[in-house]
C-alpha cells in the first residue's frame, strides 16, 4: 500500500501572492487529511516564496497524518526540523536560486556529511529520508549514511512518460531493488501525476509513499481537491 503525501507548497504560492491569508493554508491543511490524504508535505525554501518558517511550525498544531518536511539541510532548516519533529524529513540538494528541485544528492561525494545530519536527526526520533537519482550506486551510498529512507526523484520518469516512452522506469526499478535489498524504505517524488502514477507504482516493488504537489493542485483547478484525491487513492489501490 503506497501512501499519498500532498504537498502544499503550491496552495503557500497562491496565498502569498495576495498577501493575505486566502487560502488558509492551515485550513487547507486539514481539509487534504479530511478527503483522504495520507500525509502533508512542505518543502520551505530560504526565501520562504512559498511556505514560510512560520507554517511549518504551526502545521504541526494540525497535521494528524504523517508530517514531512523538505528541504536542503543548511542550519536553519536543521533547526527548524528539530523545533517542529516531523514524523519525517526529507533531505534535498536543492540550490537557493533553483526554480524546483533539480537533482538528487550525489550520496557519495556527501557521504560524511549526511551520516551527520542524518544522525542528528535520528537522534531526534525523526524518520529520514535522501531525495537521490534513481542510480543502484548512488542507492548504496544513501544506504551507508544510515537513513531510513530514499526518496526517488521522478522526473525523468514523468517526462519520458509524457512522451510516451515507459522504458523510463527502467532505472527506478533498479534502483527500487537496490534499496530493498539493502533494508532502505521507498518514497518517490517530483512531477507524479494522475497521467503516470499508476504505472509507476504498479511497476516499482515496495514503494511506500508519494509526495505530490504541483499536478495535484493543477489538476484540481478542473476535478475539485476532493475528487482528486479520491482519483490518487484508487490509482494507488
Ligand atoms: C523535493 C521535490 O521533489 C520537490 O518537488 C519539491 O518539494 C517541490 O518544490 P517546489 O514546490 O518548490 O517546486
Ligand atoms: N517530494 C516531491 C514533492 O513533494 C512534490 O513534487 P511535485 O509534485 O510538486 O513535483
Not at 503506497?2 to 497562491?14: E, F, P
Not at 544510515?146 to 509524457?162: M, V
Not at 523510463?168 to 503516470?196: Q, R, V, W, Y
Request: proline residues 4%.
Amino acid at each position: 500500500m503506497t501512501k499519498l503525501s500532498v504537498n502544499i507548497n503550491k496552495i503557500a504560492t497562491l496565498r502569498n501572492a495576495r498577501g493575505g491569508n486566502v487560502p488558509d493554508l492551515l485550513k487547507v491543511a486539514a481539509d487534504i487529511e479530511n478527503f483522504g490524504a495520507e500525509g502533508i508535505t512542505i518543502h520551505p525554501r530560504p526565501d520562504e516564496r512559498h511556505i514560510r518558517y512560520q507554517d511549518a511550525r504551526d502545521l504541526k498544531n494540525i497535521v494528524t497524518t504523517e508530517y514531512n518536511i523538505e528541504g536542503n539541510p543548511n542550519q536553519k532548516f536543521i533547526d527548524l526540523v528539530l523545533t517542529v519533529k516531523p514524523e519525517q524529513v526529507t533531505l534535498v540538494p536543492d540550490g537557493v536560486d533553483a526554480i524546483t528541485s533539480n537533482a538528487g544528492w550525489d550520496t557519495l561525494a556527501n557521504a560524511s556529511f549526511l551520516r551527520d545530519v542524518i544522525g542528528t536527526f535520528k537522534a531526534a526520533n525523526i524518520r529520514t529520508s535522501i531525495f537521490v537519482n534513481a542510480d543502484p550506486k548512488i542507492v548504496a551510498g544513501a544506504a551507508d549514511t544510515g537513513t531510513d529512507r530514499i526518496e526517488l526523484y521522478t522526473e525523468s520518469y514523468a517526462e519520458a512518460f509524457s512522451k510516451g516512452d515507459t522504458s523510463g522506469i527502467t532505472p527506478f526499478i533498479a534502483a527500487a531493488e537496490m534499496a530493498t535489498s539493502l533494508g532502505l524504505g521507498i518514497n518517490a517524488g517530483h512531477d507524479l501525476s494522475l497521467d503516470n502514477i499508476q504505472y509507476f507504482s504498479e511497476q516499482i516493488p515496495n514503494l511506500l509513499e508519494v509526495s505530490i504537489g504541483h499536478a495535484l493542485i493543477c489538476e484540481s483547478l478542473y476535478f475539485g481537491l476532493d475528487n482528486v484525491i479520491k482519483m490518487y487513492l484508487n490509482k494507488l489501490k
